[in-house]
């Protein structure tokens, strides 16, 4: 079982960037697949971004390419979001999760494969 706690939201302006982190409990983080999903107010949960075990594939919605970068330190038990020129509807909550299962040339993109979640943290974009 893997804890997540996520941190570096806050309000920024249009074309600013954030850098989100989750921070996972744990020792066998460096096995799980990682995620990014938002929510906005009144809008169902949506994939962001994803990452296998060894960093070497990642995945992004369309929305987010070219503008966000997901990562990873395993030695650090760490999760990432570089977010750049952001946008309004970027605005959500963003929240972690993580998936048991290892892939090597594949993540999952779909809320329901994965296993553990945290809490969530609010990002605003203001225009």
């Known amino acids: 079982q893997v804890q997540l706690v996520e941190s570096g939201g806050g309000l920024v302006q249009a074309g600013g960037s954030l850098r989100l982190s989750c921070a996972a409990s744990g020792r066998t983080f460096s096995r799980y697949t990682m995620g990014w999903f938002r929510q906005a107010p009144g809008k169902e949960r949506e994939f962001v971004a994803a990452?296998?075990?060894?960093?070497?594939?990642?995945y992004y919605a369309d929305s987010v390419k070219g503008r966000f970068t997901i990562s990873r330190d395993n030695a650090k038990n760490t999760l990432y979001l570089q977010m750049n020129s952001l946008k309004p509807e970027d605005t959500a909550v963003y929240y972690c999760?993580?998936?048991?299962?290892?892939?090597?040339?594949?993540?999952?993109?779909?809320?329901?494969?994965?296993?553990?979640w945290g809490q969530g943290t609010q990002v605003t974009v203001s225009s």
């Open positions: 999760a993580a998936d048991h299962n290892i892939y090597n040339n594949a993540v999952p993109s779909l809320s329901y494969e994965y296993d553990y």
């Open positions: 990452i296998n075990w060894s960093s070497i594939y990642t």
